[in-house]
């Protein structure tokens, strides 16, 4: 094997890098144990307030040292392999910023009632349509007002600089445009800023292309209010002047005395009682002189030195490494020290921690004026405009533009900054927190003013957004929303970890009955391929996260990775029939095997890519997991598991007693050989009767569509003894008012998951609390049972909500339209692939023919299935499953296709249906191996995957057979009956040209 020493390190090194990355979930585990510990009363009851006190006092100290880094316990969070909220519990949601208060505000608040018609048409016409509001309130407007120029509504006072009277709708609908983009951008960095704010929950925040959403992930979560209220709440920017520290120095002093003294009485009060030897830092007096020279403070020197001093950076007075800011704040939020400095300071942290030359970061602490009555001389609201910009000189910059009033006021802020000596500075601060804080050199008198500093190109591009936050109302709205309580996640997990266990276990045996000491091999390239996966899943930058979909991703990967060792084993098999000895057989059966596994897996490939970038949610995930699974896969199969080979007959060459056959296999390869393509006919005519019973089921019964694809509200609800589903409907039909209501057994006869339209159209807080206040008073007066806020007070006369989740009919349209896409995207992608590798339409129209196939006979399966009762969801995860159906479809028929190829090359025999039959007989073992060992992980999915996979499972179970029946029977036979034709069509041109050619 060429390159065995560059594959030897490469696995070393991933090895290395996973084990890293997977001991901060290690070293994470540990101190969740610890603060479950310390949590825990004498009769076993957890103080979940005494939890995450003990997790906030070591959020910011270090737990970890690895090669001499230090780590906090907020960096181990960060760098943990992060689980989904459907495995941790926690909350999902998806706003979106209203663009129509931006138009709004564009247009001066017009109450023109042209304007204000086409306002309501566009959000009607937004319902059903995949277009930009912007361009459907354009079209909207030149229908009702023909001839109309767009200047005449979006030229004034609020504008001007940006839009004239003068200017043509192209110029104007670029500019709103433009606008509704910025808003975007500008919700995004005040959300990012607040959540990060947010605590130990290590929130995550994204965009989502294409659209005015951004995504929200808050693991942990238990107040879904309080994260209503942080994320729709509306931005406050404020200009504060900055009280510079050196006019501070009494107050200062006497806080550091009063410290002092304290820690001097602490130290006192414990000497007496104290037996050992003084620990370092014992001596007071000593540690705070060091601790003088430490902070840099010349004239403070020959003082006792308190924390304020001690804790402070050699970056500057009052900047704190990120670890100390607990303690800081702990003693600056003290009644008596608060008492000390004037009425008129407020304390603010800067939003971002300062760098210095090392590296090394740190917070600074601004001290600001908040004058008499707590109110900002200048807020948000006055700025026109602010954007980014390279000075040549200062480098990166802000621009920024106010109007009549702020000017006037920015004027004399301005001057009285400017007029102090030193320099005075006014501090940015938006929701409480200090972006920056510019020296001012001299007054600003007409309202543009330029903010430049060591500003990065980001930096300055987020401050940009900060100043425009208030420029223009950019409320959001919450259109998508899941709530998963702690209990449930806990289930989901254990249910995930049992089905990769039990399915790894399942596949783990079969290999070794099979393969002897080939399946040994097998399992421990497969244990390489799952460390791998979950090592790189644990990489930060990747920021992705473990998902119930993810788990069923690396379980289907188990399962399907087996493919490529079962392609290399048996072509091994082949070589050896054919009298070669062991180490040549070894080095052609990977040889042989590797076009066709890089093909299998390429296409399969292909599904997962469009599944990425099509998908949303769950279906990322499942993707991002599938993808990576993939890759390790073909690297742990392909490499590793050849240099294991290599090394185990490395001393006995051909003699040694490596084993790829059992009883087992012999068995299998005595069959005789089945004529595929004398069946095929009848093939066709079943796999046509059973699609189109399916989906004459489904015309009369319709689907069982979840919330992801016709929008509604759901929630899971647990009771403490069992209750019957049927029943429940009825009364909550009531609740509801006769709107279309589900309500079925979800896991267990004692939860039920309701799913309801009713309001589904109005998106509004008030009206979730409403659904939720109707479903809560529906479910007490059936059971006679009251409703427990907190899962932890389930009981015999409680029940509760475990997870509810919104989806907005927007969200749900644009749900429906991406899973389309992601399909059709898929096949085409595949029917190219395969057209450029085998170079024959017939090829790419065959694979394709048995793919959608199978993608219809597994709707016909849920159809059929619903009319004896088993009621599976179509919803995200169902569409991952069909995805992964056709990736793993592609994969069989290639393996097929490329045997076909093979044959014609030897050129053997001119029977294209002798050759068609030979390469899916030769092929048959492995095509039956690899669906039996992928069948035992998906079985192992459907019984202990839990209820939120169940359909994925049964789809998966259906798709998986019918996938290997169709690449025997639909695939290869369909090639060679398009090729007849195709052949037959020639011979009929030729004959017709014949006579002309006498």
Known sequence: MQNKGFVITLTVVITALCLFYLSFTYVSRGVQQDAVAYATDATGIVNLNKKQGYIDSVWNKPVYNVFGYEYTYKDVKDNEL??????????????????????????????????????????????????????????????ANPGKKLSSVFANASTRGRINISDDDAQVMKVVNDEIESAIDRSYTILKNRLDQFGTSSPNIQRLPGTGRIQVEIPGADNPQRIRKLLQGVARLEFWDVVETSTLSSSFIAINDLLVNEQKAKAAAQAPVSTSTPEVGSDLESQLAADSTKSGLDSLQNLNISPIYSLSVPMGSFRYDIKDTAEINAIFKRQDIKNMFPRNVGLFWAAKPDKDQQGN????????????????????????????????????????????????????????????????????????????????????????????????????????????????????????????????????????????????????????????KGGLIANLALLFNVFFILGILAQPTLGTAL???????????????????????????????????????????????????????????????????LGTGPIKGFAITLIIGIICSFFTAVYISRIVVEWMIANKGDDSNISFD??????????????????????????????????????????????????????????????VATDMKLALSESFENSGTEVKN?????????????????????????????????????????????????????????????????VADDIKNSAWKASLFSLVGIFLYILIRFRKWQYSAGAIIATLHDALF??????????????????????????????????????????????????????????????????????????????????????????????????????????????????????????????????TDVKKTKPATV
């Open 547 to 613: 998902t119930l979909p993810g788990i069923a991703g690396i379980l289907l990967t188990v399962g399907m990775a087996v493919d490529a060792n079962v392609l290399i084993f048996e072509r091994i098999k082949e070589e050896m029939a054919a009298g070669l000895k062991l180490r040549a057989a070894v080095k052609k059966g990977y040889e042989k095997a590797f076009s066709t596994i890089l093909d299998s897996n390429l296409t399969t490939l292909i599904t997962a890519f469009f599944l990425f970038i």
């Open 82 to 143: 992060h689980m989904g909220l459907d495995l941790q519990g926690g909350m999902h949601v998806t706003l979106e910023v209203s663009p129509i208060d931006i138009i709004r505000g564009l247009a001066g608040n017009t109450t023109d009632s042209a304007f204000v018609k086409a306002i309501n048409a566009a959000r009607v016409a937004q319902r059903n349509s995949q277009e930009s509001f912007g361009d459907l309130f354009f079209d909207a407007y030149r229908d």
């Open 662 to 723: 059992t009883v087992i296999a012999r068995a299998i390869k005595k069959r005789k050989h089945f004529n595929f393509v004398k069946y095929s006919k009848p093939a066709y005519l079943v796999s046509s009767v059973i699609i189109l019973i399916g989906f004459v089921l489904i015309f009369i019964q319709g689907l069982n569509l979840g919330v992801d694809f016709k929008g509604g509200r759901s929630y899971v609800v647990s009771f403490s003894k069992p209750v």
């Open 746 to 810: 979800y896991g267990g006869n004692n939860v039920v998951k309701v799913t309801t339209s009713w309001l589904i159209d109005d998106e509004s807080d008030q009206t979730d609390e409403k659904v939720k206040n109707a479903l809560v008073s529906g479910l007490a007066k059936f059971t006679g049972l009251e409703f427990a806020e907190n899962e932890s007070a389930l009981d015999d006369t409680h029940f509760t909500i475990s997870s509810s989740t919104k989806v907005g009919a927007t």
């Open 361 to 516: 970061e740190a917070m600074e602490l601004h001290f600001l004026d908040l004058g008499r009555n707590g109110k900002s001389r200048l807020t948000g609201e006055v700025i026109n405009d602010a954007r980014y910009e390279l000075d040549p000189l200062k480098g990166a910059a802000v621009s920024m533009t106010m109007n009549a009033a702020g000017t006037r006021m920015w004027s004399k802020m301005t001057a009285d900054a400017a007029a102090k000596s030193p320099k005075g500075r006014i501090a940015i601060v938006l929701d409480n927190v200090v972006y920056s804080a510019p020296y001012v050199n001299d007054e600003i008198p007409n309202g543009n003013s330029q903010i430049s500093g060591s500003f990065t190109t980001d930096e300055a591009k987020d401050l940009a957004n900060i100043l425009k936050a208030g420029s223009l109302p950019a409320p959001t709205r919450i259109v998508e929303e899941a709530i998963v309580g702690p209990t449930l996640g806990q289930v989901a997990q254990s249910q995930g970890f049992i089905s990769i266990l039990s399915g790894f276990a399942l596949v783990v045996v079969f290999m070794v009955m099979y393969y002897a």
């Open 858 to 987: 597994v709707f016909a399966a849920f159809g059929i299935a619903r009319a004896f009762g088993i009621s599976f969801e179509i919803d995200q995860v169902f569409v991952a499953a069909i995805l992964t159906i056709i990736g793993y479809s592609i994969n069989d028929t290639v393996i097929i296709f490329d045997r076909i190829r093979e044959y014609i090359g030897l050129g053997t025999s001119h029977d294209k249906a002798k050759i068609v039959n030979d390469a899916l007989n030769d092929t048959l073992a492995r095509t039956i191996i690899t669906a039996g060992t992928t069948l035992l992980t998906v079985v192992a999915l459907l019984l202990f995957g839990g209820e939120v996979l169940r359909g994925f499972a049964f789809a998966l179970l259906v798709g998986v057979a019918v996938g290997t029946y169709s690449s025997v029977f639909i695939a290869g036979p369909t090639v060679l009956d398009l090729d007849k034709e195709d052949s037959a069509d020639k011979q």
